[in-house]
């Protein structure tokens, strides 16, 4: 099993009054909720988070990308990235990922990733999402009905920058681009490994299987409900013909330990409330705007995460609600160990995206839940999947002459042996 | 009235709702498409051989896949045109309708009998900006588009009922599959440039606006007129966006007598 310590990183100052007073955390979210100097400590908190992670023995550090959102503060995830390549040097810099679709050109996410992988020595893990509508549409203006064509198109691109030794004309529908060369170039060869998180889409089942690249399914409902669709996406493996390595496929679950069940409940209720009450309060139509799923994808009934429905869910939810059903798993290390195990092997899953710090969680409670896991559960989950032990079809490849920033001390070096030449 | 289903050149296959006899007059209809009754096409049926066009995407028309940007809508509606073997129809259309028939005439100014224009999309205003009609909810869809909100849900629901889950899938499958066909050229904001494309009009144009438009406010009509200043407008009262359907008889003797009217 690969761990990755993901920070959403939300906004902790929404109001009590948040969701009765306001439509959206996301897209038309007040911005007069957003204070920069109280920004500045969140952010350093954050990242301080993430950085610790590392040294607690997590595979990855993880970040993301989401616009005029209330609980993420990354519209550039490559920024939080590029932070963290020069203060670590063991994790898997997970960047999930750019929504290739909305940059223009979408070269850019080329060049940035390739300086990322270059900067860390070659552990970007590197993730292409649609996007959500949200973001891609409604924050950047992109046409719901020809999203999936441009990102294939902006996919295309970036791909065949990374593997092509000569400049290249672009002829797209999307992008034009006479002289495509590609400076610099990922170390990682032939590419950083590629990580597609899906909400509900099952074109984007094919669209892993036709390259192999990993799936990752990032939802906030936990595994019970997360069951049938990635039960749907290992069938689609089998009728491919694929080998069912469970490092095809991640999750992303929400997580909270302490000493005892009683001592989660009374540590982590409050801030697990805060995300699903106020942080995923979003308008409904901004989460499914016509021509965004595919007529496939609706006819096959997948929900869209974020619908009316889903919105009725968030209303009262208690903590008790959050537990049983899984959208958190809190407890002690024993109760975190089982229950995670039933989603690992429930999900067929490689991959965890843990998610420890929800909400308004203060700086302390984040640490103890991590430490706990770190110490207590993350080595008795480590080998769940014995037989693909030596499966790193999808983790990083870095130089093992990387630069380890705690070893080095700059300007040391003798003149003229700076570089290996 | 009766449906056929022609098929363009470029592949797509329409459905056209047929009738009447006299000079063609093609109605476009906007973001919404038809609905189940059209009585103000079965009156202009009474003086003009009247073609209504479901755009693909759209009930049973299909080829949505074909057209992808605003070139090729028009290029379609000139398509269609050929593909039903008319020569210089009058072009009518709403909404959607309206800023795909204006961007036709601009294309081949002289292929066209007159011009009308009910409550046209294209344009776009920053002091008046037009609501999204991508981020509304199920309820506030015929509050934005009827002076009379009651009835006009009535209107757009066609009378199915939609507490029966499987009616209700049915409708939210058709409208997501017409939105995001009209989300091509309305997304995220309503305008093509075609204002600068309007000083090649030459056909007589009419430019008709419901006063109660909430959609589309009346203002536009006077930036209409800006644009085209040999087009006439009228604003008609007890209208919202919906005006085809909520005065069919005033849009109908407004359409007829600047259809009748000599130079």
Known sequence: ?421 | MKWQTVETKKGTRCRVLEGGSGAPLVFFHGAGGLLRDNPFLDQLARGHHVFAPEWPGYGESAGEELLEDMLDFTLHGWDLIEALGLEQPHLVGHSMGGMIAAEMACGAPHDLGRLVLVSPAGLWMDEHPIPDIFALLPYQIAEVLFHDPQQGQALLTGGADLSDMDALKDFYIGSQRRLAMAGKILFPIPNRRLSKRLYRLTAESLILWGASDRLIVPAYAERWKTLIPHARVEVVGDAGHMLPYEQPEKLVRAVTGFLQRTR
């Open chain 1, 1 to 421: 099993m690969k761990f990755t310590w993901f920070n959403l990183m939300p906004w902790p100052y929404l109001p009590d009054d948040f969701r009765a007073q306001h439509r959206s955390v996301w897209v038309d979210i007040p911005n007069t909720l957003y204070d920069p100097r109280k920004g500045h400590h969140v952010y350093h908190e954050y990242l301080d988070q993430l950085e610790y992670a590392e040294t607690l023995g997590f595979d990855g550090i993880g970040c993301n990308e989401h616009h005029q959102n209330g609980y993420g503060l990354m519209p550039s995830p490559n920024l939080i990235a590029a932070t963290l390549a020069r203060r670590t040097s063991r994790a898997a810099l997970c960047v999930i990922g750019n929504s290739i679709a909305s940059y223009n050109p979408p070269i850019r996410v080329a060049e940035e990733f390739g300086m990322l992988d270059v900067i860390s020595g070659g552990r970007l893990v590197a993730g292409f999402p649609v996007g959500t509508p949200m973001d891609t549409n409604f924050c950047y203006g992109q046409i719901p009905a020809l999203t999936r064509d441009k990102y294939r198109e902006a996919h295309d691109l970036i791909m065949k920058a990374w593997a092509s030794d000569e400049p290249f004309a672009f002829d797209g529908k999307y992008n034009q681009l006479r002289w495509v060369n590609c400076w610099p170039k990922p170390i990682q060869k032939p590419h950083p490994p590629i990580y597609i998180p899906g909400g509900g889409s099952i074109e984007t089942w094919d669209f892993c299987l036709d390259y192999d690249y990993n799936y990752s399914y990032l939802s906030f409902f936990g595994y019970l409900r997360g069951k049938s669709l990635l039960d749907g996406y290992w069938e689609r493996v089998a009728k491919r013909g694929k080998d069912e390595s469970p490092y095809r496929a991640a999750f992303a679950q929400i997580i909270c330990v302490a000493d005892s069940d009683a001592e989660a409940e009374r540590l982590y209720a409050e801030h697990c409330l805060y995300f699903f009450n106020r942080c995923l309060h979003v308008f409904p139509p901004f989460a499914d705007p016509a021509g965004y799923r595919t007529m496939a994808t609706i006819k096959y009934g997948a929900l869209a995460q974020l619908t009316l429905a889903r919105q009725k869910i968030l209303e009262n939810l208690t903590w008790k609600q959050l537990v049983d059903e899984r959208f958190v798993i809190a407890g002690s290390p024993e109760t975190v160990r089982q229950q995670l195990e039933e989603c690992i092997k429930g999900l067929r899953i490689g991959h965890l995206f843990c998610l420890f710090h929800n909400g308004d969680m203060p700086d302390w409670k984040t640490r103890h839940s991590m430490k706990l896991f770190a110490e207590k559960v993350m080595p008795r989950l480590r080998d769940m999947w014995p037989e693909w032990k030596h499966d790193e079809r999808w983790w990083m490849h870095p130089m093992d002459d990387r630069i380890r920033p705690e070893e080095r001390q700059p300007g040391a070096e003798k003149v003229g042996a700076e570089w290996p030449r």
